[in-house]
């Protein structure tokens, strides 16, 4: 569900190679401490798994002022997105609910002519 951010083309071309030899991966950090530094890690690097250990950052780091504020943007993002979510939830539930009630409008409607 996470996208990308822009950038990162370019440098995907130029990866390096990690210790076993690969093309190193690209990623993005989404922690707090480092939101949006991008950084190259071994491709084998998984879930459990460290690969060859191969770690290098692309980005310098950003000054305390701008990581804090990234860190914000990015939390009021996830809020945002999480409210998108419950709010189109409500939405198809109010619709089925106009749905059944119109169903009864016309039921009772045609029932009292028929
Ligand atoms: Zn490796």
Redo the contacts with the bound molecule.
């Keep these: 569900m996470r996208k990308e951010p822009p950038g990162g083309e370019e440098l995907a071309i130029a990866a390096p190679h990690?210790?076993?030899g690969?093309l190193a991966r690209l990623q993005t950090s989404w922690t707090e401490s480092t939101p949006l530094r991008r950084f190259f890690v071994?491709?084998?690097l998984e879930r459990g798994k460290n690969?060859?250990g191969?770690f290098v950052w692309v980005d310098i780091e950003m000054p305390r002022r701008e990581r804090a504020l990234m860190a914000w943007l990015l939390r009021t993002k996830r809020e945002v997105e999480d409210q998108i979510v419950h709010a189109r939830a409500r939405e198809k539930k109010l619709w089925i609910a106009l749905f059944i009630s119109w169903a009864f409008v016309f039921m009772i409607w045609f029932g009292n002519i028929g």
């Design positions: 990690c210790y076993c690969r071994c491709p084998k690969g060859c191969f």
